[in-house]
């Protein structure tokens, strides 16, 4: 179940690339496990690391001050790809609260919102003032607050962005949603009732 | 009189359990598949909150990225993989859900066992943990990828809590022509596109071109959905689709059959339906196609040359072309074709169905694979093996010099132990030729499996329709 999340103040690591996928943000070496932690260690590692586990320099992430990040500056269309969790869980274990993007891919976004960790979307001219402040200033802080829905830039500038009412709620409140949805157990249990004699084939399967 | 309603509409109204204001609702899901990468995290949440498996004869699970393909496999034969396989299977057996395991012919990648067994119906919701989900959105099915917290709400409730998707017609007219297929039609669509091109969407692929495709044509197509950023895609099931469904394992038989293709028949989008975006593409004079970068976007006709990052205007494009460059190792200019390839790997849930493998055996019969090539045949599931080796395909394939192995995802997860190594050039029939997607600096060149097949016999890329006696 999601922490609530409202303010996230901190550092933000520019990486502007347009369709970064999930297999980048966690290759598959990293994805033999049962189990949704530790998975930091695999945070963009064809990307941190090169053949022999030595951190590339060159990557935004294993610079100073980035590698202490809370925020995430992306490009469009960021975590297409494969729907696995762990891009989420790899990107929260390292420490990102907030991905900002002027698009995200919809399965990944879906799975930001099931972890608490902010997916903002803002325009592509508030992506370049952020990114060209974060260059400016690294050690700079950018502030999201999500009740406001507002990004606060280092220098100052301010900007605004939309977020659907139930994800900002899910955000703040750091909601227990498959608690919630059984309280509709009512309905589920009307449902089937009602599409077990209209459509009988998709309940009454024969067994393995 | 009734607004003319989409079969997207129609399924969509079918299935809403509560309407959760604010534009959400709680969906029913009709049938919900696991496999082992990323159900074992959704269980454990289960087991914490204390919470039961709503509906386990509407779960399925098979193991299918992980496992090895080698001949003798074992659970073990993976490193890293025995704790995944095995709690799929403790999993599934605490919960009473149906498991195809390893050694059982019914085991194989996910989206083509949900077809092939005819658990998924037209006109059902279906999801998994896997964004390619959208494969059997051929049968007219409204099938989608989730993340894992999503499979655990499906566990828990049988629903997934949505929003109404906006809805996009992607009409295909024209006939193709011949010696080009399903998988070329539908790399050109996302050349032309883009991968964000329907993000969000639902889409209904419509048009002659789609209604002419066989049903594991329409998965090759309905597969690729997800690289255009669609949430789903379907087809309206006509008689193809219920030929193809008829007599399946898990689908409706007798009165009940009947019934069913009544309600199916009525899925189609009525005339005048409306879609919120509509795009066309002609595919009469489509040519084969070849990926040569580092996106599914990145696709040309085999007779074309890799394109100039310095004549793009989009200066975002223009990088991301550079670096696609870079990392696959080729010069702008470059014909695509005669490019030298060190490995071929048919299979994958985009093309690994008997009919991909028909087509691939067809180009490699009396032939043999180039010197110095690796090339792998994986088929899609136990059923897909067993019917090529009855028909002779794999007697055709190894004769040519490529390994038949067994069913899995393979070569296209590439977290198992099949792997392009880096630095070596791969034509694959799978769906992603993302930075690492066969292994960590192996360059991939996405085709048709006739064309796959082509450039293993060639040594090189080549078009299929330039080979002696090839279909």
Redesign the interface.
């Given at each position: 179940m999601p922490e609530p999340v409202n303010r996230i103040t901190g550092i933000a690591a520019p990486l502007p690339r347009a369709n970064v996928d999930t297999d980048a943000i966690i290759p598959k070496a990293h994805l033999l496990t049962i189990h949704r932690s530790g998975l930091g260690a695999g945070l963009f590692s064809e990307w941190r690391f090169d053949d022999d586990g030595r951190e590339r320099p060159d990557f935004v992430l294993n610079q100073a001050p980035w590698r202490e990040a809370k925020i995430l500056l992306a490009g469009e269309n960021f975590g297409c790809g494969s729907s696995r969790e762990h891009a989420v869980w790899s990107l929260m274990d390292f420490g990102i609260r907030c991905v900002i993007a002027p698009s995200f891919a919809s399965i990944f976004h879906e799975n930001c919102q099931k972890n608490g960790l902010a997916a903002v979307t803002l325009d592509e001219a508030a992506l370049a003032h952020l990114v060209a402040c974060a260059q400016a200033t690294p050690a700079a802080t950018t502030t999201v607050d999500i009740k406001a829905s507002r990004v606060t830039a280092p220098d100052g500038r301010e900007f605004p962005f939309t977020m659907e009412a139930a994800r900002r709620q899910a955000l703040l409140e750091g909601l227990d949603e498959i608690g919630a949805s059984l309280r509709h157990d009512a309905a589920m249990a009307a449902f089937e009732a009602r599409d077990r004699a209209q459509r009988p084939w998709i309940h009454a399967l024969p067994t393995a | 009189m009734t607004m003319p309603r989409s079969i997207i509409d129609k399924i969509w109204d079918?299935h809403v359990?509560?309407d959760?204001g604010?534009?959400?609702v709680?969906l029913?899901i009709?049938r919900h598949m696991l496999h082992e990468?990323?159900s074992?995290?959704a269980y454990?949440g289960l087991a914490a909150?204390g919470?039961r498996l709503?509906r386990p004869?509407?779960t399925?699970a098979t193991a299918d990225h992980?496992v090895s393909t080698e001949n003798g496999r074992t659970d073990d034969t993976v490193?890293?993989?025995p704790?995944?396989i095995r709690?799929l299977r403790a999993n599934a057996e605490a919960t009473g859900v149906?498991l195809?395991d390893l050694g059982d012919v019914r085991q194989g990648i996910v989206h083509v066992i949900a077809p092939e067994l005819g658990i998924a119906?037209p006109?059902?919701t279906l999801v998994c943990?896997?964004?390619h989900t959208s494969t059997v959105g051929a049968l007219g099915a409204m099938a989608?990828?989730?993340?894992?917290?999503?499979v655990?709400?499906v566990m828990?409730?049988?629903?997934a809590?949505l929003?109404r998707p906006p809805t996009m017609r992607i009409t295909v007219s024209g006939t193709r022509p011949a010696g080009v297929s399903a998988k070329d039609m539908v790399l050109k669509l996302i050349a032309t596109i883009g991968?964000?091109g329907a993000?969000?969407y639902g889409v209904e692929y419509a048009g002659p071109a789609i209604r002419a495709l066989s049903m594991e044509e329409r998965m090759t197509v309905c597969n690729m959905s997800?690289e255009l950023?669609a949430?789903f895609g379907l087809i309206a099931p006509d008689e193809v689709t219920f030929a193809y469904l008829q007599g399946r394992?898990?689908?409706?038989?007798g009165a009940?059959?009947e019934?069913?293709v009544v309600?199916w028949r009525a899925l189609a989008s009525d005339p005048g339906a409306r879609f919120d975006a509509e795009i066309e593409l002609d595919v009469s004079s489509l040519t084969p196609q070849v990926s040569w970068g580092t996106?599914p976007q990145d696709c040309i006709g085999v007779g074309e040359t890799v394109p100039d990052p310095e004549r793009e205007a989009d200066p975002?494009?223009r990088?991301?072309m550079r670096?696609a460059l870079d990392y696959i190792g080729l010069e702008p200019g470059t014909p695509i074709r005669d490019l030298p390839v060190d490995m071929v790997f048919i299979g994958s849930c985009t093309n690994s169905r008997i009919e991909d493998l028909r087509a691939a055996a067809a180009v490699l019969k009396g032939r043999r694979v180039a010197a110095g090539l690796r090339a792998l045949v994986v088929p899609g599931s136990g059923q897909v093996r067993r019917q090529a080796e009855a028909e002779g395909l794999d007697r055709v394939f190894t004769a040519a010099g490529f390994e038949w192995r067994e069913p899995g995802c393979s070569m296209c997860?590439?977290?198992n132990a099949d792997r392009v190594p880096?630095g070596k050039r791969c034509v694959a029939t799978s769906n992603?030729n993302?930075?690492?997607?066969q292994g960590?600096g192996a360059r991939t060149h996405l085709a048709s499996p006739a064309t796959a097949a082509a450039a293993a016999v060639a040594g090189r890329i080549v078009d299929v329709r330039s080979l002696e006696g090839s279909a």
């Open positions: - | 079918q359990v509560a959760l604010d534009g959400r709680l029913h009709d990468v990323t074992p995290q454990a909150a919470r709503r004869d509407l399925f992980i490193p890293g993989g704790e995944m709690a149906a195809f119906l006109g059902a943990g896997d964004s989608w990828g989730i993340g894992t917290s999503e655990e709400h828990a409730t049988q629903t809590i929003r991968t964000a993000t969000g997800v950023g949430r394992p898990f689908a409706p038989a009940l059959w019934q069913a309600a996106s975002k494009r990088q991301a670096r997860a590439g977290m880096p992603r993302f930075e690492g997607r960590p």
